[in-house]
Nanobody, 124 residues
Framework: QVRLVESGGGLVQAGGSLRLSCAAS????????VGWFRQAPGKEREFVAA????????LYADAVKGRFTISRDNAKNTAHLQMNSLKPEDTAVYYC?????????????????WGQGTQVTVSS
């Protein structure tokens, strides 16, 4: 019903920046919350950030707070994750997800729709 497609990943040096985009299509709603998760090899999927489409509330993992910014553009059905001061430990596949529920923004199982992921690699 809802398709999410991430873009913007790539290879960047430590200290650099990337902006990830998540384009939504289908039966989208401005009331959906959007979350970003990441998964590194050998690790479980990790919460990164979340934002409500219809509000200003945002939530960040401690590991990225102050460096990453999540935003949205409801008119374009697009969400973004601006990543600054990137570190090698940020290397992972980043996934965009959307959810209908108004609760639980930090657990992957709470999200209803997922993108295919985009690779972010940060070199030293």
């Amino acid at each position: 019903q809802v398709r999410l497609v991430e873009s913007g990943g790539g290879l960047v040096q430590a200290g650099g920046s990337l902006r990830l985009s998540c384009a939504a299509s289908g039966r989208t709603s401005s009331s959906y919350a959007v979350g970003w998760f990441r998964q590194a090899p050998g690790k479980e999927r990790e919460f990164v950030a979340a934002i409500r489409w219809s509000g200003v509330s945002t939530l960040y993992a401690d590991a990225v707070k102050g460096r990453f910014t999540i935003s949205r553009d409801n008119a374009k059905n697009t969400a973004h994750l601006q990543m600054n001061s990137l570190k090698p430990e940020d290397t992972a596949v980043y996934y965009c997800a959307a959810k209908i529920s108004l609760v639980d923004y930090v657990h992957a199982g709470a999200y209803d729709y997922w993108g295919q992921g985009t690779q972010v690699t940060v070199s030293s």
